[in-house]
C-alpha cells in the first residue's frame, strides 16, 4: 500500500526557511518520480518541484532558487527545502507520486 507522510510545515516570517520531509512507505523512492505540490487558500493546485529516479530534479520558475528538492534514499524520504519565503509561499504542502498524495503539511508565513 502506497502511503506518504508530510511533515515540517509550520508558521514562519517572510525571509524565513523551513525543511518539509515526505516519508514513503509502500514503494521506493529512488525508482519513482516524486513531486511537491501545494494549494494556496482558495486556490488550486500548483506543482512546485519534481525529482525524478536518475536523481535530477525541476523547479517552477517562480520557486526556482529559494526552493529545492532532494532525497535520502537510505530513508525513503524525500524533502523540499525552502528559504526566503514570501507571504504567497502560504498553502498546503502535498507530496505525490503515481496518483497518490499524502494529507499535507501547512506552511504559513506571516509576520
Known amino acids: 500500500e502506497v502511503q506518504l507522510v508530510e511533515s515540517g510545515g509550520g508558521l514562519v516570517q517572510p525571509g524565513g526557511s523551513l525543511r518539509l520531509s515526505c516519508t514513503a512507505s509502500?514503494?521506493?523512492?529512488?525508482?519513482?518520480?516524486m513531486n511537491w505540490v501545494r494549494q494556496a487558500p482558495g486556490k488550486g493546485l500548483e506543482w512546485v518541484s519534481t525529482?525524478?529516479?536518475?536523481?535530477?530534479?525541476t523547479t517552477a520558475n517562480s520557486m526556482k532558487g529559494r526552493f529545492s528538492i532532494s532525497r535520502d534514499n537510505a530513508k525513503n524520504t524525500v524533502y523540499l527545502q525552502m528559504n526566503s519565503l514570501k507571504p504567497e509561499d502560504t498553502g498546503l504542502y502535498y507530496c505525490?507520486?503515481?496518483?497518490?498524495r499524502g494529507q499535507g503539511t501547512q506552511v504559513t508565513v506571516s509576520s
Open positions: 505525490s507520486t503515481r496518483g497518490f
Open positions: 509502500g514503494f521506493t523512492i529512488s525508482t519513482s518520480v
Open positions: 525529482i525524478y529516479s536518475d536523481g535530477s530534479t
